[in-house]
T-cell receptor, first 114, second 114 residues
Framework: KAGVTQTPRYLIKTRGQQVTLSCSPI?????VSWYQQTPGQGLQFLFE???????NKGNFPGRFSGRQFSNSRSEMNVSTLELGDSALYLC?????????????FGPGTRLTVT | DQQVKQNSPSLSVQEGRISILNCDYT??????FLWYKKYPAEGPTFLIS?????DKNEDGRFTVFLNKSAKHLSLHIVPSQPGDSAVYFC?????????????FGIGTKLQVIP
Protein backbone atom coordinates (compact mmCIF):
# COMPACT_ATOMS: atom_id res chain seq x y z
CA LYS A 1 0.00 0.00 0.00
CA ALA A 2 1.49 3.36 -0.99
CA GLY A 3 2.22 5.77 1.83
CA VAL A 4 1.29 9.42 2.24
CA THR A 5 2.82 11.50 -0.52
CA GLN A 6 3.50 15.21 -0.47
CA THR A 7 4.42 17.48 -3.34
CA PRO A 8 6.59 19.31 -3.88
CA ARG A 9 9.30 18.10 -1.51
CA TYR A 10 11.19 21.38 -1.59
CA LEU A 11 10.07 24.89 -2.35
CA ILE A 12 11.66 28.33 -2.28
CA LYS A 13 9.43 31.38 -2.27
CA THR A 14 9.79 35.10 -1.69
CA ARG A 15 8.13 37.13 1.04
CA GLY A 16 4.66 38.26 0.04
CA GLN A 17 4.07 35.39 -2.36
CA GLN A 18 1.61 32.60 -1.81
CA VAL A 19 2.19 28.86 -1.92
CA THR A 20 0.09 25.73 -2.30
CA LEU A 21 1.22 22.37 -0.95
CA SER A 22 -0.38 19.07 -1.84
CA CYS A 23 -0.97 15.88 0.12
CA SER A 24 -2.24 12.53 -1.13
CA PRO A 25 -3.35 10.29 1.74
CA ILE A 26 -3.07 6.54 1.98
CA UNK A 27 -5.79 4.87 -0.08
CA UNK A 28 -8.94 4.55 2.01
CA UNK A 29 -7.92 7.20 4.52
CA UNK A 30 -10.45 9.99 4.77
CA UNK A 31 -8.83 12.28 7.32
CA VAL A 32 -5.90 14.54 6.53
CA SER A 33 -4.10 16.70 9.08
CA TRP A 34 -1.45 19.32 8.48
CA TYR A 35 1.43 20.26 10.77
CA GLN A 36 4.22 22.83 10.71
CA GLN A 37 7.60 21.80 12.06
CA THR A 38 10.21 24.37 13.05
CA PRO A 39 13.32 23.87 15.20
CA GLY A 40 12.12 26.15 17.99
CA GLN A 41 8.46 25.15 18.10
CA GLY A 42 8.47 21.50 17.17
CA LEU A 43 5.39 20.19 15.38
CA GLN A 44 2.40 22.49 15.49
CA PHE A 45 -1.04 21.37 14.43
CA LEU A 46 -2.57 23.45 11.67
CA PHE A 47 -5.88 21.77 10.82
CA GLU A 48 -7.64 18.50 10.10
CA UNK A 49 -9.94 17.76 7.20
CA UNK A 50 -12.46 14.96 6.99
CA UNK A 51 -15.04 14.45 4.26
CA UNK A 52 -14.02 17.71 2.58
CA UNK A 53 -14.71 19.76 5.72
CA UNK A 54 -12.32 21.32 8.19
CA UNK A 55 -13.09 19.59 11.49
CA ASN A 56 -10.32 20.73 13.79
CA LYS A 57 -7.95 23.65 13.74
CA GLY A 58 -4.91 24.94 15.56
CA ASN A 59 -3.84 28.47 16.40
CA PHE A 60 -2.58 29.74 13.08
CA PRO A 61 -3.57 33.00 11.35
CA GLY A 62 -6.05 33.07 8.50
CA ARG A 63 -3.18 33.22 5.99
CA PHE A 64 -3.02 29.46 6.44
CA SER A 65 -5.91 27.67 4.79
CA GLY A 66 -6.65 24.31 3.34
CA ARG A 67 -9.15 22.22 1.53
CA GLN A 68 -9.92 18.61 0.87
CA PHE A 69 -11.23 17.11 -2.31
CA SER A 70 -13.74 14.31 -2.79
CA ASN A 71 -10.89 11.81 -3.30
CA SER A 72 -9.51 12.86 0.14
CA ARG A 73 -6.49 14.58 -1.37
CA SER A 74 -5.76 17.82 0.44
CA GLU A 75 -4.06 21.09 -0.31
CA MET A 76 -2.72 23.69 2.05
CA ASN A 77 -2.32 27.31 1.05
CA VAL A 78 -0.27 30.01 2.70
CA SER A 79 -0.81 33.55 1.46
CA THR A 80 1.38 36.61 1.94
CA LEU A 81 4.37 34.54 2.97
CA GLU A 82 6.56 35.73 5.84
CA LEU A 83 10.12 34.70 6.67
CA GLY A 84 8.80 32.90 9.74
CA ASP A 85 6.77 30.57 7.54
CA SER A 86 9.96 28.77 6.58
CA ALA A 87 9.42 25.29 7.93
CA LEU A 88 8.81 21.65 7.17
CA TYR A 89 5.12 21.12 6.46
CA LEU A 90 3.90 17.63 7.24
CA CYS A 91 0.66 16.04 6.33
CA UNK A 92 -0.75 12.96 8.02
CA UNK A 93 -3.64 10.74 7.08
CA UNK A 94 -5.84 8.36 9.04
CA UNK A 95 -8.94 6.30 8.44
CA UNK A 96 -11.21 8.52 10.49
CA UNK A 97 -11.53 11.70 12.44
CA UNK A 98 -9.58 12.22 15.68
CA UNK A 99 -7.59 9.03 15.23
CA UNK A 100 -4.26 10.53 16.15
CA UNK A 101 -2.68 7.24 17.16
CA UNK A 102 -3.41 5.86 13.71
CA UNK A 103 -1.94 8.73 11.74
CA UNK A 104 0.61 8.07 9.03
CA PHE A 105 2.84 10.97 8.13
CA GLY A 106 4.24 11.93 4.77
CA PRO A 107 7.88 12.98 4.31
CA GLY A 108 6.99 16.67 4.34
CA THR A 109 7.48 19.70 2.12
CA ARG A 110 10.43 21.91 3.05
CA LEU A 111 9.40 25.53 2.43
CA THR A 112 12.02 28.26 2.47
CA VAL A 113 10.88 31.88 2.37
CA THR A 114 13.53 34.43 1.36
CA ASP B 1 3.32 28.99 25.30
CA GLN B 2 4.69 25.46 25.16
CA GLN B 3 1.98 23.23 26.58
CA VAL B 4 4.06 20.13 25.94
CA LYS B 5 7.70 20.39 26.94
CA GLN B 6 10.61 18.17 26.19
CA ASN B 7 13.40 19.81 28.15
CA SER B 8 16.23 17.61 26.93
CA PRO B 9 17.13 18.40 23.33
CA SER B 10 19.42 15.39 23.12
CA LEU B 11 20.33 12.17 24.89
CA SER B 12 23.17 9.67 24.38
CA VAL B 13 22.91 6.12 25.64
CA GLN B 14 25.07 3.01 25.28
CA GLU B 15 23.62 0.12 23.32
CA GLY B 16 21.88 -2.33 25.63
CA ARG B 17 21.19 0.25 28.32
CA ILE B 18 17.90 1.94 29.12
CA SER B 19 16.89 5.17 27.38
CA ILE B 20 14.51 7.42 29.28
CA LEU B 21 12.90 10.31 27.46
CA ASN B 22 10.86 12.79 29.45
CA CYS B 23 7.94 15.04 28.68
CA ASP B 24 5.98 17.53 30.80
CA TYR B 25 2.64 19.10 29.99
CA THR B 26 0.68 21.96 31.43
CA UNK B 27 -2.86 21.53 30.10
CA UNK B 28 -4.98 19.31 32.33
CA UNK B 29 -7.50 18.91 29.47
CA UNK B 30 -5.16 16.57 27.63
CA UNK B 31 -6.62 13.06 27.72
CA UNK B 32 -4.39 11.08 25.41
CA PHE B 33 -0.63 11.03 25.02
CA LEU B 34 1.57 9.69 22.25
CA TRP B 35 5.20 9.20 21.35
CA TYR B 36 6.45 9.43 17.79
CA LYS B 37 9.83 8.60 16.32
CA LYS B 38 11.30 10.54 13.41
CA TYR B 39 14.24 9.66 11.19
CA PRO B 40 15.86 12.34 8.99
CA ALA B 41 14.02 13.03 5.73
CA GLU B 42 11.01 11.00 6.87
CA GLY B 43 7.77 11.89 8.56
CA PRO B 44 7.19 10.92 12.21
CA THR B 45 5.95 7.40 12.88
CA PHE B 46 3.69 6.50 15.75
CA LEU B 47 5.42 4.53 18.49
CA ILE B 48 3.22 4.11 21.54
CA SER B 49 0.37 5.87 23.31
CA UNK B 50 -1.40 6.04 26.64
CA UNK B 51 -4.80 7.17 27.75
CA UNK B 52 -5.08 9.49 30.73
CA UNK B 53 -6.97 6.78 32.64
CA UNK B 54 -3.88 4.58 32.67
CA ASP B 55 -0.47 5.04 34.20
CA LYS B 56 1.53 2.57 32.12
CA ASN B 57 1.47 1.06 28.67
CA GLU B 58 3.98 -1.43 27.35
CA ASP B 59 4.78 -2.57 23.83
CA GLY B 60 7.83 -4.75 23.46
CA ARG B 61 10.93 -2.75 24.33
CA PHE B 62 8.91 0.45 24.73
CA THR B 63 7.04 1.49 27.86
CA VAL B 64 5.29 4.78 28.48
CA PHE B 65 4.59 5.96 32.02
CA LEU B 66 2.09 8.66 32.89
CA ASN B 67 2.04 10.59 36.17
CA LYS B 68 -1.05 12.76 35.98
CA SER B 69 -0.53 14.52 39.29
CA ALA B 70 2.90 15.65 38.13
CA LYS B 71 1.73 16.19 34.53
CA HIS B 72 4.69 14.13 33.41
CA LEU B 73 5.18 11.24 31.06
CA SER B 74 8.23 9.28 30.11
CA LEU B 75 9.23 6.79 27.45
CA HIS B 76 11.52 3.93 28.43
CA ILE B 77 13.37 1.94 25.79
CA VAL B 78 14.95 -1.26 27.05
CA PRO B 79 17.34 -2.43 25.77
CA SER B 80 18.35 0.46 23.53
CA GLN B 81 19.54 -0.41 20.04
CA PRO B 82 21.48 1.66 17.48
CA GLY B 83 18.39 1.64 15.22
CA ASP B 84 16.54 3.55 17.93
CA SER B 85 18.68 6.62 17.16
CA ALA B 86 16.14 9.21 16.03
CA VAL B 87 14.24 12.26 17.21
CA TYR B 88 11.41 11.40 19.60
CA PHE B 89 8.36 13.62 19.87
CA CYS B 90 5.95 13.59 22.75
CA UNK B 91 2.38 14.63 21.85
CA UNK B 92 -0.83 15.24 23.73
CA UNK B 93 -4.41 15.33 22.52
CA UNK B 94 -7.24 17.30 24.05
CA UNK B 95 -10.11 19.67 23.38
CA UNK B 96 -9.48 23.36 23.16
CA UNK B 97 -12.01 25.92 21.99
CA UNK B 98 -14.35 23.20 20.79
CA UNK B 99 -11.71 21.55 18.65
CA UNK B 100 -9.65 18.42 19.15
CA UNK B 101 -6.03 19.45 18.96
CA UNK B 102 -2.78 17.59 19.05
CA UNK B 103 0.12 19.42 20.66
CA PHE B 104 3.67 18.23 20.14
CA GLY B 105 6.86 18.86 22.04
CA ILE B 106 9.95 20.08 20.22
CA GLY B 107 11.57 16.66 20.28
CA THR B 108 14.52 14.90 21.90
CA LYS B 109 17.30 13.53 19.72
CA LEU B 110 18.35 10.11 20.95
CA GLN B 111 21.71 8.66 19.99
CA VAL B 112 22.38 5.04 20.85
CA ILE B 113 26.08 4.34 20.79
CA PRO B 114 27.14 0.84 19.68
Amino acid sequence: KAGVTQTPRYLIKTRGQQVTLSCSPISGHRSVSWYQQTPGQGLQFLFEYFSETQRNKGNFPGRFSGRQFSNSRSEMNVSTLELGDSALYLCASSLGLDRVHEQYFGPGTRLTVT
Amino acid sequence: DQQVKQNSPSLSVQEGRISILNCDYTNSMFDYFLWYKKYPAEGPTFLISISSIKDKNEDGRFTVFLNKSAKHLSLHIVPSQPGDSAVYFCAAKGKSGGYQKVTFGIGTKLQVIP
